[in-house]
Nanobody, 123 residues
């Protein structure tokens, strides 16, 4: 079993930066792809960014491309999402996710989910 716990969310103003963290525990995460998803009220959950086991492959939604950076530290079992130039439309609950296959993340799904952390961006 895999447990994922997000942290780092909060309320900020437009233009600010924020770094989300996801700590993984339980099952060894060897070769797991990981990613960040978000869900705003009334909208479907969407992929924000994904990263392969070694970080050699990443994918970003157009909405965050150029502003968001995903990274991971496998020795610490931690994944990060660095967000800059935040916009009100970035307001959502952000979820950490993991999958046995990176392809699963790329396709917009996951095998394991965290409980989410709220990010609120005010104009």
């Amino acid at each position: 079993q895999v447990q994922l716990v997000e942290s780092g969310g909060g309320a900020v103003q437009a233009g600010d930066s924020l770094r989300l963290s996801c700590a993984a525990s339980g099952r060894t995460m060897n070769n797991f792809g990981m990613g960040w998803f978000r869900q705003a009220p009334g909208k479907e959950r969407e992929l924000v960014a994904g990263i392969s086991w070694l970080g050699g492959s990443t994918v970003y939604a157009d909405s965050g491309k150029g502003r968001f950076t995903i990274s991971r530290d496998n020795a610490k079992n931690v994944m990060y999402l660095q967000m800059t130039s935040l916009k009100p439309e970035d307001t959502a609950v952000y979820y950490c996710a993991a999958a046995q296959r990176y392809y699963t993340i790329e396709s917009g799904s996951a095998d394991y989910w965290g409980q989410g952390t709220q990010v609120t961006v005010s104009s």
